[in-house]
């Protein structure tokens, strides 16, 4: 009996010892970064549409950069972090989407699209250049103006996401 609890002893020593030199790191985030990767930078992104949504630079931006420090350990640097974020937005547009009798659309799409230069300073090879869109419908009854305080917000949350997936997911 006593030899039985000795050897039960020494393996369950030998055991914790192989698997805390193991170590295996996951997340629930999504995201597959590098151990070697500590920081990140969001550069502002400025609006080059040609139809000019005051606050969406500063709101994308900011987005972007909660999205970061939510679902990743690493810390914001101002510039030149391991990882950089940096682009514009290239499409803010309206268009009808779904057309009736007499020529008249039932629905309209906002679309926003951003161009984003994502540099990996760790593995360059990670890097990528893209250009993202997202967009919500609404009643073509209603006007952009009463409408988009509450479309943009979704509609930077899927850019931010596609981007995120895009980027530290490597989906």
């Known amino acids: 009996m006593q030899k039985?609890?000795?050897l039960f002893f020494i393996i369950t020593i030998l055991f914790a010892g192989i698997t805390n030199s193991c170590r295996i790191s996951y997340s629930f985030t999504g995201a597959n970064i590098s151990p070697a990767v500590k920081t990140f930078s969001v550069y502002y992104f400025p609006n080059r549409a040609r139809l000019v949504n005051p606050t969406l630079s500063q709101s994308f931006t900011e987005a972007l950069r909660e999205k970061l420090q939510r679902q990743t350990p690493l810390n914001?640097?101002?510039?030149?972090?391991?990882l950089i974020f940096e682009g514009q937005i290239t499409g803010y547009e309206v268009r009808p989407m779904s057309i009736q009798k007499e020529d008249m659309a039932a629905l309209n799409r906002l679309t926003v699209s951003v161009r984003v230069k994502y540099t990996n300073n760790i593995d360059p090879d990670q890097s990528?250049?893209?250009t993202f869109s997202a967009f919500e419908d609404f009643d073509a009854a209603s006007s952009l103006s009463a409408v988009e305080d509450g479309l943009v917000p979704e509609i930077i949350t899927k850019l931010t996401e596609d981007?995120?997936?895009a980027t530290l997911a490597n989906w």
């Open 163 to 165: 981007i995120f997936n």
């Open 128 to 130: 990528i250049e893209q």
């Open 76 to 82: 914001e640097l101002a510039e030149d972090g391991d």
């Open 4 to 6: 039985k609890f000795v």
